[in-house]
């Protein structure tokens, strides 16, 4: 409940226990400025068992941040998108958060109300109370600045990015972007959610300050364009941005499972860096015959192997698949004979592996990955060399950060489809586990994350900027 602070920062997180985990995180680095919390929950959509125990030990580490629930609301139950799900339950949860506001407000003063890029919904209630609005954006600045660009590009065509083959799009801050490679709930016109993301990114100028996880040494160009007002459509009434990263979760140490702690005992025994980690996020599942060629690859390039394989897709394309916890049979999805034959240099883990943990383990000396930004950014804390797999989302975006602008990762050559050969898995992974120079571009990174984070670095001055307006005493 409410816990009675004269004065708090009320942040509001999209439903998920990978968006609440993310807006905890920011909280903790507010807790650091005294500035009281007060988190909003939504109930009644991706409510997850774990988030009770969670959210009683955050609460009892920090008694500067408090939760607080929403009434609860139903889920929509139309045929439409997961992502337009997700939106629609939000925009429903829009009166109660209003409600929510009015009634802190007769008791405290709230400072700032900081939000979920997807719970925009809210910024409407909390404008007309006069209480300035942010953004907490989860992903890096280029994906901020492609997202500023959003309407513009929508306004300049009238089909769907998905069919729009062969054409690039231009954005301030990134690489030319494949039409097709935008970030899924922006690819076609006839899903809702694609309006809903128009919505959002039409209302990213108006927030007070746009607070990133990302940090100035990482995105360079992304954040020059940004503070030039290269992206936005009044580049004197831009917004502030706030580079405040790398912020990653701490260990969900309640979740240490039989597995998890087999695979740690693992890398106990391998030598020094020398262990590949491939692992594509919380939903990145291939067909049977992608998995095949991984194997095939791994197995042919000799190097030791860390492989977290989930649930595989049904067709030959790459997916995401949302389940990701049922059970299915390894053995069954692997060529035959490739866990005994890598016995001792490989381990396959299904579905989950402790990552932060793993990349910041010594015997890790290369990470295979779906871009996904959490991931990246965990990567270049551990100062580990990664080889790039974009599948979903803005992963493509986040691909270019690694490639171009900070050069810690070698790209994985796709087919038109995203199908990667067995012969392509070898080369790279020899590629990144034997070059010295993207090792060394890799550790150098690592100390710029640990410097923007510490005393006089970029991100904790962001920071103390950010805050700055919080301070001093209210109307
Ligand atoms: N993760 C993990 N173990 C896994 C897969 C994912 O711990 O086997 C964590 C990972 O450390 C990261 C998050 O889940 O913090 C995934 O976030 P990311 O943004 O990389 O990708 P997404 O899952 O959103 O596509």
Same mark, same amino acid.
């Given at each position: ?69 929403? /009434?609860? %609301? =139903?889920?929509?139950?139309?045929? #439409? +998108?997961?992502? @337009?799900?997700?939106?629609? !339950?939000?925009?429903?949860?829009? /009166?109660? %958060? =209003?409600?929510?506001?009015?009634? #802190? +407000?007769?008791? @405290?003063?709230?400072?700032? !109300? ?7 919904? =809210? ?13 907490? !954006? ?22 769907? !990015? ?314």
């Amino acid at each position: 409940a409410w816990s009675g602070f004269r004065e708090t920062i009320v942040l509001y997180p999209a439903p998920g226990i990978g968006h609440i985990i993310s807006m905890v995180e920011l909280a903790k680095l507010i807790h650091k400025h005294h500035f009281s919390t007060t988190i909003l929950l939504t109930t009644g959509f991706r409510d997850h068992p774990s988030i009770d125990a969670y959210i009683r030990r955050i609460s009892a580490a920090y008694p500067t941040i408090s939760f607080l629930r929403l /009434p609860h %609301v =139903a889920a929509p139950t139309a045929a #439409i +998108s997961g992502a @337009a799900k997700c939106f629609s !339950f939000i925009k429903r949860n829009a /009166p109660n %958060v =209003a409600t929510t506001l009015t009634q #802190i +407000s007769e008791s @405290a003063t709230i400072k700032a !109300f900081v939000i979920d890029l997807f719970c925009t919904s =809210a910024m409407e209630p909390a404008s007309s109370l006069q209480i300035p609005v942010y953004y907490f !954006f989860t992903s890096g600045a280029a994906v901020l600045a492609l997202f500023f660009c959003f309407p513009r590009i929508h306004d300049d065509t009238s089909a769907s !990015f998905k069919d729009m083959v062969g054409v690039e799009l231009r954005v301030p801050g990134n690489a030319p972007l494949k039409a097709v490679n935008m970030p899924e709930p922006m690819l076609d016109r006839n899903d809702p959610a694609y309006w809903d993301m128009l919505e959002f990114c039409t209302h990213l100028p108006k927030a007070r300050g746009i607070i990133v996880n990302s940090f100035t040494e990482l995105e360079p160009v992304a954040v020059k364009a940004l503070a030039e007002g290269a992206c936005f459509p009044h580049p004197t009434r831009a917004p502030s941005v706030y580079c405040i990263g790398p912020l990653i979760a701490e260990p969900q140490h309640s979740d240490v499972r039989t597995d998890s702690k087999q695979c740690l005992s693992w890398l106990d025994e391998q030598p020094h860096r020398s262990v590949v980690y491939l692992c594509f996020g919380s939903r990145g599942s291939f067909s049977v015959s992608q998995l095949r060629e991984i194997a095939k690859g791994l197995e042919k390039s000799g190097h030791r192997f860390l492989w977290v394989v989930k649930r595989p897709t049904q067709d030959s394309g790459t997916k995401q698949v949302h389940d990701t916890t049922s059970e299915f049979d390894l053995a069954s999805v692997l060529p035959s004979g490739f866990i005994e034959r890598t016995k001792g240099r490989g381990l396959v883990l299904r579905s989950w592996a402790p990552q932060v943990e793993v990349l910041s383990h010594d015997s890790v000396g290369g990470f295979v990955t779906h871009c996904g930004w959490n991931s990246v950014l965990e990567g270049v804390i551990a100062g580990v060399p990664m080889i790039a797999w974009p599948l979903y989302a803005e992963q493509h975006v986040n691909r270019h950060v690694m490639l171009e602008q900070t050069k810690v990762a070698i790209a994985m050559e796709q087919n038109e489809d995203g199908f990667v050969s067995g012969e392509e898995v070898e080369k790279r992974v020899r590629e990144l586990m034997e070059s010295q120079e993207i090792r060394e571009t890799s550790l150098k990174l690592k100390h710029l994350a640990l410097a923007a984070v510490g005393e006089f670095g970029s991100s904790t001055k962001a920071l103390a900027n950010l805050v700055q307006p919080w301070s001093g005493f209210s109307a």
